[in-house]
């Protein structure tokens, strides 16, 4: 069958794709808008990318057209395929018809933490020798991509997102998945752009709940009021939980931010020694160990997996470091996770300066739903660089000027990239931690920024050598 991919260059698209053409369907696809890693790993699959959306592309005659929640009435392609009658379907759909039936799906919610638990349960699984299939938002470096397909598998992790279907199909992805095991990692308001109000997002989770079988486990915090207000609705299936208080729980170790104690049932059982921080990866750990169990992973085979997991593409990854300053990219762009992220490089780093640089891309941080909390979330960061357009559809409906005003001289803001390359770079000094917060591409600017450090620090070297001629 061949399939054509609207929008495919999105992760969970482009994850689809892959597992498309790993289960011998041919596979095209387009998007406008690019960006590495999703587009690499396509061309190195061999599969063909169309730059836009143009009506034309129906004369690839493809069997079934495959619509990306990017996509919306307007769209040429779109509008070409509803007025020829063209069959048409969304990703979440496919995938739960033609491929997860017949799996024990494994499938990873929450507002955090999906990527980064979707990706450690996963590892553990396949250090254990259980092959299993899995769909990521990201790229784990053990894992090499962020989708696999084998049909002779019969285990599937996927991070399971409550984002909108389809713009025909506005329930959540995750109700196509009918997953045996759930993880709920926490439930927060976001997606302020389709989403009015929490109880919106705790319907839709109600409705993931409803297609648990009794005979499957959900696996959630032991405290998240959130959640307490979806279970309450109703639950058929049996609970276990994680964190303090909960089945599962962790204990750092003394001195070693690093290293922390898993305890189950209050018993020790292993102790993880990874090179990750803060508390919110030691709660993602405690719930793929808690999942892995039920694709019969022992614990302590489940704490020896995780010790060699190396973390995720865009997670407090290290992009370089020029002349003692580092530079990192993270994915976080909700005050919680801006703030569990700086939490955690903190307790990394002691004293060392921080160098926060933000850009609030996603919908619901455009929106200024969540803008009040910034300064709060940012307060562990030693200064603050905010990055907004002005216009365009990445355009900020807020003024950061004042939103970061409680944090006095220590934010500034800016709507030119290179301006705020230089201002970070001219402020940057040996030791420092930079670290770069965006769920985009932020125009590359890790690699603007380690490139002007070390032309900075050239023309430093050489004035310092003239003069001390």
Known sequence: MHLHILGICGTFMGGLALIARAAGHKVTGCDAG???????????????????????????????????????????????????????????QWLGEAVLRGQHVMAVAGTHGKTSTSSMLAWVLREAGKKPNFLIGGIAPGLEVSARYDAGSSLFVIEADEYDTAFFDKRSKFVHYRPRTAILNNLE????????????????????????????SIIRPHHDPALDGVISRGCWTPVQTFGPGGRWSAREVAGNPTHFEVRLEEKPVGTVTWTLTGAHN?????????????????????IQA?????????????????????????????????????????????TARILAVLEPRSNTMKLGAMAERLPE?????????CYGETQGKHALGWDPKKVLAPLGDRACSHSDLDALVSDIVAHAQSGDHILVMSNGGFGGVHQKILDHLTTAGKQHRAISEGGGA
């Open 34 to 92: 690019v960006y590495p890693p999703m587009s690499t790993q396509l061309e190195e699959q061999g599969i063909e990318l169309i730059e836009g959306f143009a009506a034309t592309q129906t004369d690839l005659r493809p069997d079934l057209y495959i619509v990306g929640n990017v996509v919306s009435r307007g769209n040429p392609l779109m509008e070409a395929i509803l007025d020829q009658d063209l069959p048409y379907t969304s990703g979440p």
């Open 189 to 216: 308001y976001d997606h302020a752009d389709i989403f009015p109000d929490l109880a919106a997002i705790q319907t839709q989770f109600h409705h993931l709940l409803r297609t648990i079988p009794a005979s499957g």
């Open 282 to 302: 030691r709660l993602n750990a405690l719930a793929a160990l808690a999942a892995a169990e039920q694709a019969g992973v022992r614990p302590e085979i489940g």
């Open 306 to 350: 995780l010790s060699r997991f190396e973390g995720i593409k865009r997670r407090m990854e290290l992009r370089g470091t020029v002349d003692g300053i580092s530079v990192y990219d993270d994915f976080a762009h909700h005050p919680t996770a801006i703030a569990t992220t700086l939490d955690g490089l903190r307790r990394q780093v002691g």
């Open 377 to 385: 979330s940012l307060r562990a960061a030693d200064l603050v660089f």
